[in-house]
């Protein structure tokens, strides 16, 4: 069964920094990946997916991914305030139909004025 | 735009009690989606439906019933609540594969 773990659980990053959030999945032939974002008290909203090797830049946002060695980290560059939210890395089951994504545990991002 | 609508935003219930929580979407999208999340333990799939009257088991399913009888609406039915499933259900739809699910805001569950 896929296992997708985050690292690190929490991170502490002075505003206009660079936050870096890791994680690891164990199914290899996994080939779809998203980042979601939570704010207190809403549901998670998606960021954004990646699914070739190498980098995606989405404005501050850009996600790596290494399928080879079962790695997808997303950076967040000139960190705002509002980027303060529990972050999620969701991997996309093969099963075929409906998407089943395997969420990790989230990384709660604090982004300090 | 679309929105999702949960209801109620707070449940709280007794101990071996049926509880039911809804979710209604107006994006028109396909598959919906109920989601329970944990303190600590991230999003773990319940069950999910991708037509109207589909109903698909996710990984916990066990003491809980859904049901979509239309396409826009999708109930989850706690069927008897234990204290040790307080948490989070969150509601979400999409259009398709690949596609980003889109959440409701969620229902927290007490159990008293």
């Known amino acids: 069964q896929q296992k997708v773990q985050q690292s690190p659980e929490s991170l502490i990053v002075p505003e206009g920094g660079m936050a870096s959030l890791n994680c690891t999945f164990s199914d290899r032939n996994s080939q779809y990946f998203w980042w979601y974002r939570q704010h207190s008290g809403e549901g998670p909203k998606a960021l954004m997916s990646i699914f070739s090797n190498g980098d995606k830049k989405e404005g501050r946002f850009t996600a790596h991914l290494n399928k080879a060695s079962l790695y997808v980290s997303l950076h967040i560059k000139d960190s705002q305030p509002s980027d303060s939210a529990l972050y999620f890395c969701a991997v996309r089951r093969n099963t075929g139909g409906a998407d089943r994504l395997t969420f990790g545990k989230g990384t709660q991002l604090i982004i300090q004025p | 735009g679309g929105i999702i609508t949960q209801t109620p935003k707070f449940l709280i219930g007794q101990e071996g009690q049926k509880l039911t929580l809804k979710c209604q979407q107006n994006f028109n999208h396909d598959t919906m989606y109920w989601y329970r999340q944990d303190s600590g333990k991230g999003l773990r799939l319940i069950y999910y439906s991708i037509t109207e009257n589909d109903l698909q088991k996710g990984d916990l399913s066990e003491g809980y019933d859904a049901s979509r009888e239309k396409k826009s609406s999708f109930s989850l039915t706690v069927t008897s609540a234990q204290k040790n499933e307080m948490a989070v259900f969150l509601c979400?739809?999409?259009?398709?594969?690949?596609?980003?699910?889109?959440f409701g805001p969620g229902t927290r569950l007490t159990v008293l």
């Open positions: 979400a739809s999409s259009p398709g594969q690949y596609a980003e699910q889109f």
